[in-house]
Every structure is written in structure tokens, then in C-alpha cells.
Nanobody, 128 residues
Framework: QLQLVASGGGLVQPGGSLRLSCAAA????????IGWFRQAPGKEREAISC????????KYADSVKGRFTISRDNAGNTVYLQMNSLKPEDTAVYSC?????????????????????WGQGTQVTVSS
């Protein structure tokens, strides 16, 4: 059973940056595609980024493209979501999820049913 721990959220001013982490307890993430999702109050959950298991392919939602970057550490234990130029509309609870069977190039990453494991959310608040 893969256990994911998401961290790094907080309060930041518009235009600021945060880096979220998704770590696996007592395991490696090398064999999983990792997706980041977010959900704002009163809104549906949104898939915002994916990193393939090989770490060679990434996908981004249009709402974050050019501002967010997903990556993995060399050991394969932690996946990061670097968030720059944050906007108030980025305020949400961010969660990471792992899929052991997602096709290459993060095909289908938007579908929550593609993921078997979920970490708890971390709150990101962008406000002045």
C-alpha cells in the first residue's frame, strides 16, 4: 500500500511562489505516474499536472501552464510542484495521487479514477 504525503502549502501573496512536495512513505515513486489535483471551495476537483513514471513526460492544465513545473528528485522518492506567479484563483486544497498503470505521456491524467493512491491535501492560499 503506497502512502503519499503532500506538504508545502501555505499563505502567499499574489505573484509569489510555493513548492509543494509529494513523498512516499517507505517507498519509491519511480514506478508511478504522479498527478496533482486541486479543489477550491464550491468548485469541482481540477487536474493540474502529471509526471509520467519515467519522469520524461509532463502535462499541465491550461490554467497553470507556464507558471507551474512538476519534477521528481533523483532518488525518485519525492515529486515536486513548483508554483510561480501565483494568483488568488490558485487558492485551493492541493492533493497528489499515484497511478501504477497510467499509459506513457500521462494519457488520461485528468481522470481521478486512473489513480490508485491519494495523499492528503495541503492548503494553498494566495491573498494579499
Amino acid at each position: 500500500q503506497l502512502q503519499l504525503v503532500a506538504s508545502g502549502g501555505g499563505l502567499v501573496q499574489p505573484g509569489g511562489s510555493l513548492r509543494l512536495s509529494c513523498a512516499a512513505a517507505r517507498s519509491t515513486l519511480k514506478y508511478y505516474a504522479i498527478g496533482w489535483f486541486r479543489q477550491a471551495p464550491g468548485k469541482e476537483r481540477e487536474a493540474i499536472s502529471c509526471l509520467s513514471s519515467s519522469a520524461s513526460s509532463t502535462k499541465y492544465a491550461d490554467s497553470v501552464k507556464g507558471r507551474f513545473t512538476i519534477s521528481r528528485d533523483n532518488a525518485g522518492n519525492t515529486v515536486y510542484l513548483q508554483m510561480n506567479s501565483l494568483k488568488p484563483e490558485d487558492t485551493a486544497v492541493y492533493s497528489c495521487a499515484a497511478s501504477p498503470r497510467m499509459p506513457s505521456y500521462c494519457v488520461g491524467y485528468e481522470d481521478p479514477d486512473e489513480y490508485d493512491y491519494w495523499g492528503q491535501g495541503t492548503q494553498v492560499t494566495v491573498s494579499s
